[in-house]
């Protein structure tokens, strides 16, 4: 009597290559949890305060920011406490940061597994931003008893901030997954990637209101993405500074086109992933 045969798998081409299907985004699903669950451990393997960190470092950056712009500089805080306006807008921003920086290099990190194993490889920058939203959410519990300690009341807009995480999140996964394909490539990406986000950081309104930016240059200011989603999620959770007005739509475009374009250019590039690693 033969042994029974092991279930045969075929792997067909896609139908072209920008075409991502999301049913097999669907059925690995649990792939992209385990990855995301692997890298947060990993990440706080072997530290004295573990997770501690994830509400020391927005809180030490809040504080310089406190002493030198809101203190020294004077600068202005939309109505708001400045230590809080800072945070409101630093908690964002490293959610920004964190999915570009783990998205950017998900591949380098990856490279047995991409090698060896058959998914979706555009899994692997998706799961990082699964790791990066553990941290927001220990932070929003801190900036809410900031709040709390300012007897700063929500706005009733605060049911827009999940379209302001959204629109965060997209831009951070196209910028994310360009910079990942082009990193497993060209290693000196991961060089840049660093400035990159300083540079950033003084492009959008984190240490200062977006109104101090003249009119006339506020929508070529919105081509950075972050500017929308900082001023949004302060107008949302806090109500200062003006609503988002036709800025809040430039970003979103643009988050939108990094993100189709990313995707477009991930899957373009992904046939050659195997001869990278290899």
């Not at 020391?56 to 400045?82: H, N, W």
């Not at 990190?109 to 194993?117: D, H, K, M, S």
């Not at 049911?159 to 997209?170: H, K, N, Q, Y």
Request: glycine content about 8%; aromatic content about 14%; overall charge positive.
């Amino acid at each position: 009597m033969s042994a029974p045969r092991s279930p045969l798998t075929v792997i067909r081409p896609t139908r072209g290559w920008a075409y991502l299907d999301p049913r097999e985004l669907w059925e690995f699903r649990e792939l992209a949890g385990f990855l995301a669950w692997r890298d947060l451990k990993v990440r706080y393997k072997q530290t004295l305060i573990g997770v501690a960190w994830a509400v020391l470092q927005p809180l030490a950056m809040m504080g310089v920011f406190t002493l030198f712009f809101g203190r020294l500089a004077r600068m202005p805080s939309d109505g708001v406490p400045y230590p809080l306006f800072a945070f409101a807008g630093l908690l964002p921003w490293q959610l920004f940061a964190r999915c570009l920086g783990d998205s950017s290099n998900s591949l380098v990190q990856n490279q047995q597994l991409i090698a060896r194993v058959y998914f979706p490889r555009i899994l692997v920058p998706i799961a990082s931003l699964l790791t990066a939203l553990v941290d927001f959410l220990i932070g929003g519990a801190l900036l809410a008893g900031l709040m709390v300690f300012y007897a700063v009341v929500p706005s009733a807009h605060v049911v827009w901030i999940p379209a302001f995480l959204a629109l965060m999140l997209i831009s951070a996964l196209g910028v994310g997954i360009w910079l990942s394909a082009l990193n497993l490539e060209y290693r000196d990406v991961g060089h840049a990637i660093p400035f990159l986000t300083q540079l950033l950081l003084f492009l959008t309104p984190v240490v200062y209101p977006a109104s101090l930016v003249p009119e006339r240059w506020q929508l070529l200011y919105a081509l950075n993405p972050m500017v929308g989603v900082v001023q949004g999620f302060r107008w949302a959770l806090l109500g200062s500074g003006a609503a988002p007005g036709p800025s809040l739509w430039v970003s979103a475009t643009v988050a939108c086109v990094l993100l189709a374009s990313g995707v477009v250019f991930f899957r373009w590039r992904e046939r050659t992933f195997a001869d990278a690693v290899g």
